[in-house]
C-alpha cells in the first residue's frame, strides 16, 4: 500500500484525481456513483471497493496513497478538512486507525 505500490493504470486514480479537482465531477461522485465508475472503466473489484469505502482494498489494489484520504472526502466533503471531520473520522474508522 506504498507509493512504490501504485498502479498508474487503474481507472480508480485517474477517477479520484479528477474527482479532487472538478466540482461538478464531485457532486457526481455522491449522486452518480456508479455512472461515474462505469465511464472511468473501474473493474468490479475497484466498484466494490468504492461502494464498501474499503481504503484497504484501494490501497491494495494500488491506489495512490495519497488519494486514500481523498476517498472520504469525495464521500464525506472537505469543507471542515480537521480530524474530527467526517471525512477523517470514515478515513480512521476504514483504516482502523484508533485515537
Known sequence: MGIMQTDRTLPTNRLIFEGR???ALRARFGSELEALMSEYGLSEP???ALRE???RA???MG???YFL???TRLFKGAGYNHNQSD???LYARKMNIQE
Open 21 to 23: 479537482r472538478d466540482a
Open 46 to 48: 475497484e466498484k466494490r
Open 53 to 55: 469505502i474499503d481504503i
Open 58 to 60: 484501494l490501497g491494495d
Open 63 to 65: 491506489v495512490h496513497p
Open 69 to 71: 484520504p481523498q476517498i
Open 87 to 89: 471525512a477523517a473520522q
